[in-house]
């Protein structure tokens, strides 16, 4: 399974990372660089349809999806043209992310950031704040009751509220149980890639009042988004779309505001 080889190969970066940047090294970074997430919970409640944009050079089911590959040029492309947040792959094998676009992106755009990556351990959390995320996203999939609590609990200690992706009934009751707040369905399966477009439709009726919801992956037209948001969801996270556009802002501008 792929997902078993993202995993093994996530661990053994994160075994690394905590030798050439030790937890107390990051500590000391945000003691010397004061910290103040931005409110992304804030901006997906807001009305209308709000697009959480991914920069994004590859997938393991797609490979390299964007040759010409530009994470800043590309993050400020969609400030100008409306997305609401945005979302930053940082996994670096398997799509070709780096957590230095975070603190990049960070510097020069003021849009709330995500940190999209394989979440495991309490250090990507603090790695994660000491980057400039004002969110990250936790897979329950990947992830037991009581060690997605725990991510949970670790993240809003630094005032970060996660994004809690699902992709089933069983994930939806773990990440309810766990408290999340913010719930993202994924059409993707994990396990094989496959997708289920329909899933989201299912799913948003079992969700408590209160939360916000995301759908995620598969959607290309402003039909699929208002489809959606009239079911209940809150935001909606793109990533290949616009990265297969030669023109990633009049993509954008053409779920926004058609013509």
Sequence with gaps: MILDSIL???????????????LEDLGRSLAYNPYTPRPFADMLAKSGLNIIAEVK?????????????EPLAIAQEYEQHGASAIS???????????????????RFVRLPLLRKDFIIDSYQIVESAAYGADSLLLIAAILSKKE???????????????????????????????????????????????????????????????KLIVAESGLHEREQLEDLRACGAHAFLMGEFFMRQDSIGAALDSLLCPQ
Excluded: C
Excluded at 91 to 96: G, Q, V
Excluded at 154 to 161: A, V
């Design 148 to 210: 997605l609590q725990n991510l949970i609990a670790k993240s809003r200690h630094f005032g970060i509220e996660p994004l809690v992706e699902i992709h089933s009934k069983t994930e939806l009751l773990t990440a309810i149980a766990a408290g999340a707040d913010i719930i993202g369905i994924n059409h993707r399966n994990l396990e094989d890639f496959n997708m289920d477009m329909e899933l989201a439709k299912r799913l948003i009726p079992l969700i408590p009042n209160g």
């Design 88 to 106: 930053v792959l940082t996994e670096e094998h398997f799509f070709l992310g780096n957590i230095e676009y975070l603190s990049m992106i960070r």
């Design 57 to 69: 050079k590859a997938s393991p089911s797609k490979g390299v999806i964007r040759e010409d590959f």
């Design 8 to 22: 093994e190969r996530k661990r053994q970066s994160i075994e690394r990372a905590k030798k050439d940047f030790p």
